[in-house]
């Protein structure tokens, strides 16, 4: 029993034995006079009836007691309650404030962060306006291409104009020809550097009718411009882009250079160095010394067994690698396709063999087809790859093959598929 519930309990069983609180008068209103001046009254009214310390009274107010204690738990249970609604109430109001406090500095940092990223992007249009202001003033120059005698020739007025000590108008008008007749190889920050030179050593020479010396290293900034301009070459096919990159090449892209006697295309990215990164492959470009392909047809029968087949009507022979023979020499190394149709004789079974030879192996079967005792038919091909001077024939072995001037029923083909190595 806490303290407050002890006072309540002394204070109403007080009130009852001294009659401040009638248990038994439901119509008794106590008024603050009562409190203050009846207790002496009932006392001796109490004494005088013998109703101090009735066992009826007591129970009355024990039983009173009793109530008050369990509304007093009660108001206890709900004061405990309120407070800890009240606690997480300010639990979460406290939560609240400092989620609103941390978006508050959220925001704060977010429009700090596009205040800097809007003056970096005014700084970077204004480097931009800068750069096309620059690029503007070369265009003229760049975009003429002129040949080294165009260069030269301007040179040459140039040159006339400083040994006549002509006026700045007259050297402006040198310095614009010079200008439009320079090359675009150069690459531009060595054309940028050499032209600055080559206006500010001239115009202080005709302003001052300069001396020799000063003619003299005029002359030197235009034999460099003259070496910028100029074609590069080491004499040799490029095999890579590091040998582009020499030669002056400056603008990456797709090139074909020469690898293991080929031609092959390779990115090329110049904004690298000479490593992995500078060189990318692409692929093997057809590129063939010379066009090798053929078409031959018989206009007649031939049945001379164990003989080359030969051939009267050749339609097509670039190359010339096919003789009338009918023996294929082959004028390059790399890959053949050959193909071969026929008709077999009637009551004659027709067998044809293909038939390759070699520096090292002599004529070898690789191939062959065959008809039937009736008009039927038949037909090989061959994918090889051969040498230089490797031979291929078609031999027939047994029966005959019918054909005539108006069928053309016979036809030997071959083409050169890729070339291996290139004669460079």
């Given at each position: 029993m806490t303290k407050l519930s002890l006072v309540v309990f002394v204070w109403i069983w007080h009130c009852a034995v001294y009659g401040q609180l009638p248990l038994?008068?439901?119509?008794?209103?106590?008024?603050?006079?009562t409190f203050l001046s009846q207790p002496t009254k009932q006392i001796r009214a109490a004494r005088a009836t013998?109703?101090?310390?009735?066992?009826?009274?007591?129970?009355?107010?024990?039983?009173?007691?009793?109530?008050?204690?369990?509304?007093n738990k009660q108001i206890e249970a709900t004061t405990a309650s309120l407070a800890s609604q009240l606690k997480d109430t300010n639990d979460k109001l406290e939560k609240t404030n400092a989620d609103l406090s941390s978006t508050q500095k959220q925001v704060s940092d977010l429009m700090e962060a596009l205040t800097k990223a809007?003056?970096?992007?005014?700084?970077?249009q204004a480097d931009l306006d800068k750069t096309n202001s620059a690029l503007?003033?070369?265009?003229?120059?760049?975009?003429?291409?002129?040949?080294?005698?165009?260069?030269?020739?301007?040179?040459?007025?140039f040159t006339a104009a400083l040994d006549e000590k002509a006026f700045k108008e007259e050297m402006d008008h040198a310095v614009g020809q010079l200008t439009t007749a320079l090359d675009a190889k150069a690459l531009k920050e060595e054309l940028d550097s050499a032209v600055a030179k080559f206006t500010t050593n001239g115009t202080a020479a005709l302003n001052t009718k300069a001396s020799k010396s000063d003619l003299e290293a005029t002359n030197l900034e235009v034999s460099k411009l003259k070496v910028l301009t100029s074609p590069n070459s080491n004499g040799a096919i490029p095999t890579s882009c590091g040998?582009?990159?020499?030669?002056?090449?400056?603008?990456?892209?797709i090139y074909s250079v020469m690898i293991s006697k080929q031609v092959q295309n390779v990115y090329c990215d110049f904004s690298k160095s000479?490593?992995?990164?500078?060189?990318?492959?692409?692929?093997?470009?057809?590129?063939?010394?010379?066009?090798?392909?053929?078409?031959?047809?018989?206009?007649?029968?031939?049945?001379?067994?164990?003989?080359?087949?030969?051939?009267?009507?050749?339609r097509l022979n670039d190359g010339k690698a096919l003789d009338p023979s009918g023996v294929f020499v082959a004028p390059a190394p790399g890959k053949y396709f050959f193909g071969f149709s026929g008709l077999s004789d009637n009551g004659a079974l027709a067998r044809v063999v293909l038939e390759v030879k070699t520096a090292t192996v002599d004529w070898s079967r690789v191939?062959?087809?065959?008809?039937?005792?009736?008009?039927?038919?038949?037909?090989?091909?061959?994918?090889?790859?051969?040498?230089?001077?490797?031979?291929?024939?078609?031999?027939?072995?047994?029966?005959?093959?019918?054909?005539?001037?108006?069928?053309?029923?016979?036809?030997?083909v071959g083409v050169l598929i890729a070339q291996n190595e290139l004669t460079v």
């Open positions: 038994n008068n439901v119509d008794y209103n106590p008024y603050t006079s013998g109703r101090l310390g009735n066992p009826q009274n007591i129970r009355d107010a024990l039983s009173l007691s009793a109530i008050s204690l369990q509304l809007n003056d970096a992007t005014k700084a970077a503007s003033q070369w265009s003229a120059a760049l975009k003429a291409k002129a040949s080294k005698e165009e260069l030269y020739g301007a040179v040459s007025h040998d582009l990159k020499t030669f002056g090449f400056a603008k990456s892209g000479n490593d992995a990164g500078l060189q990318k492959w692409i692929g093997i470009v057809d590129v063939k010394s010379a066009p090798v392909y053929f078409q031959a047809q018989r206009t007649s029968s031939y049945s001379t067994v164990d003989s080359v087949v030969p051939f009267d009507l050749i191939g062959e087809g065959y008809g039937d005792t009736t008009f039927k038919t038949f037909a090989f091909h061959a994918t090889l790859e051969l040498l230089k001077g490797d031979q291929v024939r078609l031999v027939l072995t047994e029966g005959a093959i019918h054909d005539s001037d108006l069928h053309f029923y016979t036809n030997f």
